[in-house]
C-alpha cells in the first residue's frame, strides 16, 4: 500500500481545529464538521434535545429559508449527513470537488446564522416522534438502547432519541439555549479531504469561522463503577434478542488495536468464529456479531445474538464462552485473515473522500493527531496470535451487561 499524503492541520484561536486529508487523484472532496453538542450535555429531563436541535438549524440559516437551504444542498451535489453522537453534533457531506467552496460557505450559515423558527418547532417535534418510534419497534435497537446505560451509566450511555414525555415537554427556549450553549467552535473540529488547495482552504475557513465567538471548555463525563448486570425485557416473540457488553480498552489505549484484532477473529467476516461456530456448525442463531466501540474516557466491546425463544440459553452461552477462549490461543490462519481485511479496509478508504474525513475527525478527537494508513497497517502487521492471547489474559472478558428481549429471562453469567 503507497503512503497517504501527508496530513495538514490548523487551529485557529477560537478553539476551531482544522484538518486537511489532500487526495488529488480524487475528483470529490468531502467535509466532517463535529461540533462540541453531544447529547451527554442535555439536561436529565430534555432527552432528545441535540437531535432537536441538529434538525432545527437546518430549517434556514443565512438567507435561506428552509426550502432553500435543501435547494442549494441538492443544487451542489451534496451526499450529506447530520446527527448527533455522545460528544458530538455532527455534519457532513461529500460533493464533486468545485462544490466544496460554496457547500462550506453553506454550513457556516447553518451552524452559525440557523434561524431556529418557532413555528417549526412542532414538525421537528414529529420527525423526533418518528425516529422515537421506529428505534422502539425495532427490537434490537431496543437491547442496545437498554443496554448502553448499564455500560456507559445514564449520563454517557443515554439514547439520542429521548423519550415521548421529554420530547413532549421541549420548547423554542430549550432550542436556543442548547444552540447557544453547545454551537461554538471551541473543540469543533473541521476535517476536509479529497481534492483541494489547502491555502484556499485555510483562507476560506478562517473567513467563514475565524470570528466565530468560543464558549469555556467544559470537563468530560467519566464513565462510573459498576460491575455485571442483566436485564430482560418481556416481549411476546417467538425470538430472543441479546445484547451483552463488557468494559475493554479505548481507541486511544496503545493495545487497542491488538484488541480489535481478536474481536476480528471473532467477528470479522464469514469465516470469524462467532459466525462460523455459533451460527454455522450449532445453528444456534441467525445472527451474531461483535465490535469494539470507544468514548474518550473509556471503550468496550458490545455484541448482539438474535435467535428463536429455545435456543437463547445456548446461544448466549456458547457466544460468550468463544469470546472467553480466546486466552487459549489464536490461529495464524485466523489472524492473517484479519490483517487481510483490516489492510482492505484502508484501500477503500484511500478510495472515499468522505470516509477520510470522518476518520480524521475520530482520531483528532480520541488522540490529538491524525493516523497515518501505513502507522496502521504496521501496527496491525506486528500483532501476533501471542499478543491477541496475552491481551485477553490482562484485560480478561467479564462484568457482563446483558439485556434480553423476549417470552422469557435467561441465567446470565
Not at 470516509?355 to 506486528?382: C, F, G, P, T
Amino acid at each position: 500500500m503507497t503512503d497517504a499524503p501527508p496530513y495538514l492541520t490548523h487551529r485557529f484561536d477560537n478553539g476551531l481545529t482544522l484538518l486537511g486529508g489532500p487526495m488529488p487523484w480524487l475528483r470529490t472532496a468531502a467535509f466532517s464538521l463535529c461540533l462540541p453538542g453531544g447529547y451527554q450535555y442535555e439536561a436529565e429531563s430534555a432527552g432528545g434535545l441535540a437531535a432537536m436541535v441538529c434538525e432545527m438549524v437546518q430549517r434556514g440559516a443565512g438567507s435561506r429559508n428552509s426550502r432553500q437551504v435543501v435547494a442549494a444542498q441538492d443544487n451542489l451535489g451534496l451526499d450529506r449527513s447530520a446527527g448527533v453522537t455522545t460528544a458530538h453534533t455532527a455534519f457532513g457531506a461529500a460533493m464533486p470537488a468545485e462544490s466544496l467552496a460554496e457547500a462550506l460557505a453553506l454550513y457556516a450559515d447553518i451552524v452559525r446564522r440557523p434561524h431556529l423558527p418557532a413555528d417549526q418547532l412542532n414538525d421537528a417535534r414529529q420527525v423526533a416522534f418518528q425516529e422515537l418510534r421506529a428505534a422502539e419497534d425495532e427490537p434490537v435497537q431496543r437491547v442496545m438502547k437498554r443496554l448502553r446505560p448499564l455500560l456507559y451509566g445514564p449520563v454517557l450511555g443515554r439514547s439520542s432519541y429521548g423519550t415521548v414525555e421529554s420530547l413532549t415537554a421541549l420548547d423554542a427556549h430549550d432550542v436556543q439555549q442548547f444552540y447557544r450553549e453547545n454551537y461554538h467552535p471551541g473543540e469543533a473540529i473541521l476535517a476536509v479531504a479529497g481534492q483541494f488547495d489547502w491555502t484556499e482552504l485555510l483562507g476560506q475557513v478562517e473567513t467563514l469561522f475565524a470570528d466565530w465567538q468560543p464558549r469555556p471548555a467544559r470537563s468530560v463525563p467519566e464513565i462510573p463503577q459498576s460491575g455485571a448486570q442483566y436485564v430482560h425485557l418481556e416481549h411476546d416473540s417467538q425470538q430472543t434478542h441479546i445484547g451483552f457488553a463488557f468494559p475493554a480498552v479505548p481507541y486511544s489505549h496503545p493495545d487497542y488495536y491488538t484488541l480489535r484484532a481478536g474481536i476480528g477473529v471473532l467477528s470479522d467476516g464469514m469465516s470469524s468464529r462467532l459466525f462460523d461456530r455459533v451460527r454455522e456448525q450449532r445453528g444456534l442463531c441467525y445472527t451474531v456479531m461483535a465490535g469494539c466501540h470507544s468514548l474518550r474516557t473509556g471503550g468496550a466491546v458490545l455484541g448482539y445474538a438474535g435467535t428463536t425463544v429455545e435456543r437463547a440459553q445456548e446461544t448466549l452461552d456458547v457466544t460468550l464462552g468463544e469470546i472467553e477462549a480466546i486466552v487459549e490461543g489464536v490461529g495464524e490462519d485466523e489472524l492473517e485473515r484479519q490483517k487481510v481485511r483490516v489492510q482492505s479496509g484502508l484501500i477503500m478508504e484511500q478510495e472515499s473522500s468522505a470516509s477520510r474525513a470522518a476518520s480524521m475527525v475520530s482520531d483528532w478527537y480520541h488522540l490529538q493527531r491524525i493516523m497515518l494508513a501505513k502507522e496502521i497497517e504496521q501496527r496491525i502487521d506486528a500483532i501476533g496470535s501471542d499478543d491477541i492471547v496475552a491481551h485477553w489474559k490482562a484485560h480478561r472478558p467479564g462484568d457482563y451487561r446483558i439485556v434480553t428481549l423476549g417470552p422469557d429471562p435467561l441465567k446470565a453469567p
